[in-house]
């Protein structure tokens, strides 16, 4: 049986797990990850300093995760700004996982990762989703392999990755994105565009999107959506910036996998309208797993109103080893599937 230890919040990664980790293995992978979590000069060379407003918009933005997890009952804890690192387009990583990225956490050093760019509501809105993945529940696993002892992460949030199942393959991974986008772009709605340190740059992207509403007809073209869809993207923009043809229309990350997220969110609230008040409830039941950990209750949900095994598949469908779409046909299935059976 492997142990389990649930200390104090200090640091996040709050627990971690091993065939035969005794309490002094405990304490010595304890202060392992909180050196982790503390030492962050390993980015000196690349990084560059941040202004005292970068500094102001990080506490703040600490301060708002932190009472969004208050408000789901879970600890909070703060994230100094030394874990926020600053990186010029130019000395960006060109490594798998900062490639194709524009802010990033990691799990090993307990580090956000920002690729500059000047619009400061977009660095506000990115580091608050990143700072989600570091605040919401994380555990390590020990593992021996081949002759190497070593930690991996094991949970993240949603996301689970373990050598039992689908050989570290991070399962849930899709919708725990999902979860934090969702929860990022709220903040957005009601604290970044409302906020009078952003005035002037949530105004002219208000003009930028009534200019491109004028000119949907030509979005439709070149993007080959409907009007709904250019619409959408429209609405998800939240930054101008430069782009390596021209300006660059900055969105909301994650579109599909909320979209998946959504759907599943209505189906289940649909299928369990007799117990549950409305879709929020069960959106709530999601963020509050990814936080705390606790994936019993969610399992239970979704195994009860699709079969036994729905959840388990869920987890498989979204980790990355399939795309999106396919997390998106197999969510709009579960509906199907179930609508045929009534
Ligand atoms: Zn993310």
Known sequence: MPMEHSPKREYPV?????RGFDDEDYEIARNFFRERFENQDFVKDIERAKTEEEEEIILWVNNETNALLEHYGVRPLDIPSRNVHIISKERWPKQPGFEDS??????????IFYCDKPQRPLFAHRVFHEQLHIKFHQAAQYVEEGG?????????GL?????????????FRKLNEAVIETLAIRFWEEKIAKSERFRKEIEALARVKQVLRGERTTIEENEGVSEEEAEQIIEEICAVTDGENGLKLECFSYPCERAALSHLVSTLYER??????DPGQIFDLFVKSAMTGHMVELAKLIDRTFGTGTFKRLGVISSEKHTKEELLAFVKNMRSEKRNEV
Do not use: H, M, W
């Open 14 to 18: 709050e627990r971690v797990i091993g």
């Open 102 to 111: 524009a802010a990033l956490y990691s799990f090993d050093t307990q580090a």
């Open 148 to 156: 190497t002892k070593k930690f991996e992460e094991y949970r993240s």
């Open 159 to 171: 996301s689970l990755s373990s050598a039992k199942r689908e050989d570290f393959v991070s399962q």
């Open 272 to 277: 369990n309208k007799a117990t549950v008040q």
